[in-house]
């Protein structure tokens, strides 16, 4: 069966430093892949989705990540952080069932 | 843009009660979810519907069921509410009928107390 994790339940970091987020999946075949991002009280917006190709995918708000077939890995990457992105992170792959999500981190901005 | 609309955005309810959330699309989406989400566990798939009257049972169905007469709506149903039915009901929708692994767009969340 498919499944996510998210190593990391809660990152800290400062306004204007990069970030990393965590995503590992197990599944056979290369799945669909997407992040999401939750804003407190809202409901998930779709950052970017990888589907097949270029293994560097671009997303909104400045966000990128990198799917790596030999680690099963799909991180969440931005170079410069704002305390605009403060939320919460959500990994999810799919792949001939409905997606499966991780457990989410969340990610405080500090000044 | 897609949009879905939930009927409430916090409700309270009483033990015992049966209670209705409601999910509207707008964007002839075939595929339509929903998930509880509770701090520390993510996003559990309670039910999911790729077709109008279709409906399949996710990974934690107990407790719940679903409605699903037009393809636009899906509402679940909490036929006597207990009190760890508590938590965040998110609904989501996605199009491609039978293909579940889409790019899925989510409501707002209804969050939903028994007391």
């Known amino acids: 069966a498919q499944s996510v994790t998210q190593p990391d339940i809660h990152i800290t970091v400062s306004e204007g430093a990069s970030l990393e987020l965590r995503c590992n999946y197990s599944y056979g075949a290369t799945p669909y892949l997407f992040w999401y991002v939750q804003s407190p009280g809202q409901g998930l917006q779709l950052l970017l989705k990888y589907f097949s190709g270029d293994t560097l995918v671009q997303g909104i708000k400045g966000f990128e990540a990198e799917f790596k077939r030999s680690q099963s890995s799909f991180n969440l990457r931005k170079p410069s952080v704002h305390w605009s992105d403060a939320a919460e992170y959500f990994c999810?792959?799919?792949?001939?069932?409905?997606?499966?999500f991780g457990k989410g981190t969340r990610l405080s901005v500090i000044a | 843009d897609v949009k879905v609309t939930q009927s409430s955005r916090y409700l309270v309810k009483r033990t015992g009660e049966k209670v209705f959330l409601e999910c509207v699309q707008d964007?002839?989406?075939?595929?339509m979810f929903w998930y509880r989400q509770d701090p520390g566990l993510g996003l559990r798939l309670i039910y999911f519907s790729y077709d109008v009257k279709m409906k399949e049972k996710g990974d934690i169905p107990e407790g719940y069921s679903v409605s699903r007469e037009k393809k636009e709506r899906f509402s679940l149903i909490l036929e006597s509410a207990s009190t760890n039915q508590t938590s965040m009901y998110l609904c989501?929708?996605?199009f491609g009928g039978g293909i579940t692994y889409n790019e899925q767009f989510f409501g707002p969340g209804t969050r939903l107390t028994v007391l």
């Open positions: 964007m002839d989406h075939e595929n």
């Open positions: 999810a792959v799919g792949a001939y069932t409905p997606l499966v």
């Open positions: 989501a929708s996605s």
